[in-house]
């Protein structure tokens, strides 16, 4: 199982994705976590290398941990994936991502975007829609 975190972060009821290189569909910002490493640590280490996005585990709180199969992985590899969603109010409410060396482009996207995202996002899609946070 692979153990990742990933940032949620939404304005005006979208969600910031991001499209690693090379590849075909959207991620939320994010990545595997380390040894050593806790989830929150990561979330915000990955966010920071994707979009160059700085802020504090004290900023952002666990929302969700969506299973489900891995993309472009081994058949039979799933992916845990911690979601921790960006306090309101706090600092991530008018930072502006960019896309890093890492991913091509940031995109604010909604449940109708659902065909361009692996089964992980998916489903985060779905928690976020049922929260009411998302359209």
Do not use: I, N
Request: net charge negative; glycine share 6%; proline share 7%.
């Amino acid at each position: 199982m692979l153990q990742v975190s990933a940032l949620v972060l939404v304005r005006d009821r979208r969600v910031l994705m991001v499209r690693a290189r090379g590849r075909d569909v959207l991620y939320l910002p994010g990545g595997k976590v380390e040894p050593g490493e806790s989830a929150v640590q990561a979330v915000v280490r990955e966010a920071r290398e994707e979009t160059s996005l700085t802020f504090t585990p004290d900023d952002v709180d666990e929302f969700a941990v969506v299973t489900e199969p891995a993309h472009g992985q081994e058949p039979g590899t799933v992916v845990a994936m911690t979601l921790f969603v960006a306090r309101t109010p706090g600092v991530l409410d008018t930072a502006r991502p960019v896309a890093s060396a890492e991913v091509d482009e940031v995109e604010w996207v909604t449940a109708a975007d659902a065909d361009r995202c692996p089964p992980a996002g998916v489903e985060t899609l779905r928690l976020l829609v049922r929260a009411g946070l998302l359209d």
